[in-house]
């Protein structure tokens, strides 16, 4: 992976989710052969891009990610016969969310490649980072340095994001 560079002192940080056949293959594929990229991408692998869930996407912004993207297989060619297809109508309808709530639905993109494309998969990469360093910050990413945590207890490890038991 290269050095991110950036003229205006920001970096994007992106969030990339990859199949475990093609997206996976293509990452390793990228990996062996010496292949850069930015490394400023954190991977997330899915069982089938099919499997994105839309709220996975949107979570990744709200957890501070300039830029997410998907690596899928190539349509036509899909390993559960059209997940690519279904992943590509969830990214669709996250991009519409994204632009009703200002945030911008050119942040989200989805790769179509074949596990042998190691090039494709750092074009992914590269193009994401660039899109991103011209459209500036997440605007939801809080300003400053991250805080440091409050005094207060530690959440409750059993909560999960789901509704807490009422209190006894």
Do not use: W
């Amino acid at each position: 992976m290269s050095a991110p560079h950036s003229s205006n002192g920001f970096e994007p940080e992106i969030t990339g989710f990859y199949c475990i056949y093609c997206g996976y293959m293509a990452a390793d594929t990228a990996g062996a052969l010496g292949v850069q990229y930015p490394a400023n991408v954190k991977f997330l692998r899915l069982p089938c891009t099919g499997k994105t869930d839309i709220r996975y996407l949107l979570e990744a912004f709200e957890q501070g990610a300039d830029g997410v993207y998907l690596v899928a297989c190539p349509i036509g060619n899909c390993h559960h016969v059209r997940g690519n297809e279904r992943g590509r109508a969830r990214v669709a309808r996250a991009k519409h969310v994204l632009e009703e709530i200002g945030l911008g639905g050119e942040r989200l993109e989805i790769f179509f490649m074949s596990g042998s494309q190691a090039h494709a998969f750092a074009e992914a990469a590269r193009t994401m980072t660039e899109r991103i360093r011209r459209l500036g910050p997440n605007p939801l990413k809080p300003a400053g340095p991250p805080r440091p945590p409050a005094d207060e207890p530690d959440e409750d490890i059993s909560f999960r994001g789901r509704c807490p038991d009422p209190a006894p």
